[in-house]
């Protein structure tokens, strides 16, 4: 391995510096004409307030940001999956966050009138107030933790076969909570089934506090980075567990490890963004077929490239139908599919698939 | 077999108290697949010859008591069957024309309305009342509702146009586009959509074009009846980051009875009324 740090930090310079650069441009594209003479005219006197400076200071450059921390939450967990699964196949969502996450919101879409769910809620309203986060998105995020744990402990009931039998609660867990989704959005009524659809495929939503996306931030800054530091373990893992264990990686607390910050990063992209398909997929795939499988860099550089990737597909979909919007995951999943193939074509000839 | 056929005569005979037998040569079976379809049988007086109805009919009270023959996006054809109807009206969407050509085929009359504006809805009257031998019911009521059009329509022409928002969803929040009925409302009462034309009918909307769109108005019609309470109480929380917007800042959002605005039926000159009353409080011109 000839990764050393100088060049580590270099790559990951360059590619940070390229995100900045996206999200520079892509601050000044709207539905509304928005100039940087008008920002910088500042918000206005009292009863005359500069619209243009409150559209971009309160609505763009916070869901920018917004889209910026998803995209690298989702990607970067891809990597993580990708790598302790050993499953090329394997997204963010493979063990069970997304349908959790959409029980969870749609389950608050549902009953967000009845009695009881005020009743509960009720004991519960000092989260929102705290964080300014609706109650879908608090649903969600609960609704992801608990279904990935119990994912997690399914899986280690199966023991030896740990990674199969993970996959498999995975995949049955997701069907399972699926079906149910489906049992509630069959009974919901129209207008309640629009609201859900939407978030069925992707769209950031703002927290009403805009402390909230730095916090999320800072959460899925420091899980990348926690990962980061499992990077060489993780190289190690993917030549197999028994190999791993025998070469000194604690197999059990890496995975642990790696597995709880992923799936942490997920929920919290999952609870700002509903659920946006092929970030977690592909960008995961594409950085590895350009800069090789080594893991201490794939992280950083899946990071920002899913970051850069989602912060354009959500500015197309702010204004390809202005001035209405799309669904973000419509766009990641037009554009990443065409895009990841061309890069499949260009790449294959001297690449080692997934870390398997 | 008798058992069946028992079924039949009391799932038809729920509401009317022993109808002799030979009436049933006069006395229409009439099946209403859509809330704003009840109201206007209601309206035109043929409440006894309505044996079935799609749930969420709610208006009027009465109209719950009917047999309910599933939703209107997804009507259970077993029931309407069981109901023994001699006339099925149905509006002129994907699941409810599919049912009507199966009813067909079995030889059941029906009748296609297609009512999505308030042109259409006149159609819809008249085309009804004549098949329930109301039609002079139906054009008072047709008159009734083009008087109201034209009065507030004469009184706002001069009028400068307020701008409004049809909010009909907030998470993501979703407006009435230019092609809805919500938008004729608007223009009645001497007010312009706030938003431009869209490939949407209801399209969602970002944040940004929200403020963009400065409306001076806000209106949500209500999920239903009974909401428009919680939805009041919400909305002021709900609206409180956008205080830039005119509606927002000058406290201008108004609930209104979502069966009330949300439905094109015989109560839309009274929805008329609400919508000019949203958008000048104090009868000002």
Redesign the interface.
Known sequence: MTLTPQKLVLRSILAGVVLLGVMAACVWIGSQDVSLADVLKGPGVEGSPNIQYIIFMQERLPRICLAAIVGAALACAGVVFQAILRNPLADPYILGVSSGAGLGSIVAVLFSGTVIYGRIAGHFSWIAEATGMSSLMIMAFVGAMLTVWLVWVIGRVTGRTHVTGLLLAGVVVNAFFSALIMFLLSIARARQLQSTMFWLMGHMMLPENPLMVWFSGGVVLLGIVCLLMLGNSLNILSFGSDDAQSLGVPVKRTCFLAFGCAALITSVAVSLSGLIGFVGLVVPHAVRLVVGPDHRLLIPLSAIAGASFLVVADTIARVIIAPAILPVGVITALVGGPFFLILLIRYTKNIQWGPA | MPTLLLAVILCGCAKEPEPSQPQADTQMRIISMAPNLTEILFVLGVDDEIVGVTK?STYPPQAKEITSIGTF??PDIEAVLMCKPTLVLTLGFEQQTTLAHRLEKIGCETQSLDIESISGLYEALSVIGSKVNKSEQAQKLVSAIQNKQKELTDRYASSDKIKVLWV??R??L?VA?TKTFANELIEIAGGINA??D???VY???????F????PDVIIEPS?DSE?IQ?QKATAREFYQ?FS?VPAVANDRIYVIDGDLASRLGPRLAEAMQKVADCLRPEGEE
């Not at chain 2, 399209?203 to 074009?209: D, H, L, S, T, W």
């Not at chain 2, 403020?211 to 400065?214: C, D, F, H």
């Open positions: 969420y996006w997804q009909v969803q998470q993501p979703r586009g938003i431009s869209t490939i949407n399209p969602p909307i970002g944040n940004e074009e403020i963009g769109s400065m999920m909401q919680t980051r830039v």
